[in-house]
Nanobody, 124 residues
Framework: QVQLVESGGGLAQAGGSLRLSCAAS????????MGWFRQAPGKEREFVAA????????YYADSVNGRFTISRDNAKNSVYLQMNSLKPMDTAVYYC?????????????????WGQGTQVTVSS
Protein backbone atom coordinates (compact mmCIF):
# COMPACT_ATOMS: atom_id res chain seq x y z
CA GLN A 1 0.00 0.00 0.00
CA VAL A 2 1.26 3.44 -0.92
CA GLN A 3 -0.18 6.76 0.22
CA LEU A 4 0.60 9.86 -1.83
CA VAL A 5 0.36 13.51 -0.83
CA GLU A 6 0.92 16.31 -3.34
CA SER A 7 2.06 19.84 -2.52
CA GLY A 8 3.40 22.92 -4.24
CA GLY A 9 0.40 23.97 -6.23
CA GLY A 10 -0.81 27.55 -6.31
CA LEU A 11 -1.22 30.59 -8.49
CA ALA A 12 1.36 31.54 -11.11
CA GLN A 13 1.51 34.00 -13.96
CA ALA A 14 1.92 32.89 -17.52
CA GLY A 15 5.59 32.32 -18.20
CA GLY A 16 6.27 31.57 -14.56
CA SER A 17 7.28 28.39 -12.76
CA LEU A 18 6.02 26.08 -10.06
CA ARG A 19 7.45 22.92 -8.56
CA LEU A 20 5.11 20.20 -7.43
CA SER A 21 6.13 17.57 -4.92
CA CYS A 22 4.60 14.23 -4.10
CA ALA A 23 5.53 12.51 -0.85
CA ALA A 24 4.91 8.80 -0.59
CA SER A 25 4.58 6.55 2.40
CA UNK A 26 5.63 2.94 2.41
CA UNK A 27 8.93 1.16 2.13
CA UNK A 28 8.36 0.03 -1.44
CA UNK A 29 8.25 3.47 -3.08
CA UNK A 30 11.43 2.81 -5.02
CA UNK A 31 9.83 -0.15 -6.77
CA UNK A 32 7.04 1.93 -8.32
CA UNK A 33 6.88 3.89 -11.51
CA MET A 34 5.45 7.34 -10.79
CA GLY A 35 3.28 9.55 -12.90
CA TRP A 36 1.72 13.00 -12.91
CA PHE A 37 -1.72 13.58 -14.35
CA ARG A 38 -3.94 16.62 -14.46
CA GLN A 39 -7.63 17.37 -14.78
CA ALA A 40 -9.08 20.69 -15.84
CA PRO A 41 -12.71 21.62 -15.14
CA GLY A 42 -15.04 19.81 -17.50
CA LYS A 43 -12.25 17.74 -18.99
CA GLU A 44 -10.99 14.21 -18.54
CA ARG A 45 -7.88 13.44 -16.54
CA GLU A 46 -4.86 13.49 -18.80
CA PHE A 47 -1.32 12.20 -18.66
CA VAL A 48 1.42 14.76 -17.99
CA ALA A 49 4.66 12.91 -17.20
CA ALA A 50 6.01 9.65 -15.83
CA UNK A 51 9.27 8.26 -14.54
CA UNK A 52 10.46 4.68 -14.14
CA UNK A 53 11.25 3.18 -10.75
CA UNK A 54 14.94 4.07 -10.91
CA UNK A 55 14.56 7.35 -12.78
CA UNK A 56 16.23 5.87 -15.81
CA UNK A 57 13.51 6.86 -18.25
CA UNK A 58 11.00 9.66 -18.38
CA TYR A 59 7.91 10.21 -20.51
CA TYR A 60 6.02 13.41 -21.29
CA ALA A 61 2.83 14.51 -22.94
CA ASP A 62 3.48 16.51 -26.09
CA SER A 63 1.79 19.52 -24.52
CA VAL A 64 4.39 19.79 -21.74
CA ASN A 65 7.51 18.34 -23.36
CA GLY A 66 10.34 20.81 -23.07
CA ARG A 67 8.62 22.82 -20.34
CA PHE A 68 8.06 20.30 -17.54
CA THR A 69 10.58 17.98 -15.90
CA ILE A 70 9.77 14.98 -13.75
CA SER A 71 12.31 13.65 -11.25
CA ARG A 72 12.40 11.47 -8.17
CA ASP A 73 14.44 10.97 -5.04
CA ASN A 74 13.95 7.43 -3.77
CA ALA A 75 15.87 8.20 -0.57
CA LYS A 76 13.20 10.79 0.24
CA ASN A 77 10.25 8.78 -1.10
CA SER A 78 9.39 11.72 -3.31
CA VAL A 79 8.67 12.61 -6.90
CA TYR A 80 8.71 16.10 -8.34
CA LEU A 81 7.33 18.01 -11.29
CA GLN A 82 9.19 21.16 -12.26
CA MET A 83 6.90 23.28 -14.40
CA ASN A 84 8.41 26.15 -16.38
CA SER A 85 7.00 28.51 -19.00
CA LEU A 86 3.55 27.96 -17.60
CA LYS A 87 0.52 28.68 -19.74
CA PRO A 88 -3.11 29.30 -18.82
CA MET A 89 -3.90 25.93 -20.45
CA ASP A 90 -1.85 24.29 -17.68
CA THR A 91 -4.50 25.26 -15.13
CA ALA A 92 -5.80 22.06 -13.56
CA VAL A 93 -5.73 19.85 -10.51
CA TYR A 94 -2.50 17.86 -10.63
CA TYR A 95 -2.34 14.31 -9.29
CA CYS A 96 0.59 12.03 -8.67
CA UNK A 97 0.15 8.30 -9.07
CA UNK A 98 2.10 5.11 -8.44
CA UNK A 99 2.06 1.97 -10.52
CA UNK A 100 4.12 -1.07 -11.33
CA UNK A 101 5.03 0.22 -14.77
CA UNK A 102 4.49 -3.24 -16.21
CA UNK A 103 1.44 -2.10 -18.15
CA UNK A 104 2.82 1.16 -19.44
CA UNK A 105 2.98 4.73 -18.23
CA UNK A 106 0.55 6.98 -20.09
CA UNK A 107 -2.90 5.69 -19.14
CA UNK A 108 -4.48 6.35 -15.74
CA UNK A 109 -5.61 2.71 -15.64
CA UNK A 110 -1.96 1.69 -15.39
CA UNK A 111 -1.63 3.21 -11.91
CA UNK A 112 -2.80 1.69 -8.66
CA UNK A 113 -2.44 4.52 -6.14
CA TRP A 114 -3.39 8.18 -6.37
CA GLY A 115 -2.97 11.32 -4.33
CA GLN A 116 -5.72 13.82 -3.59
CA GLY A 117 -4.41 16.41 -6.00
CA THR A 118 -3.10 19.96 -5.83
CA GLN A 119 -4.56 22.92 -7.68
CA VAL A 120 -2.44 24.82 -10.19
CA THR A 121 -3.83 28.05 -11.60
CA VAL A 122 -2.01 30.02 -14.29
CA SER A 123 -3.19 33.54 -15.01
CA SER A 124 -2.65 35.30 -18.32
Amino acid sequence: QVQLVESGGGLAQAGGSLRLSCAASGRTFSSYAMGWFRQAPGKEREFVAAITWNGGRTYYADSVNGRFTISRDNAKNSVYLQMNSLKPMDTAVYYCAAGSGSRGYRASSEYDYWGQGTQVTVSS
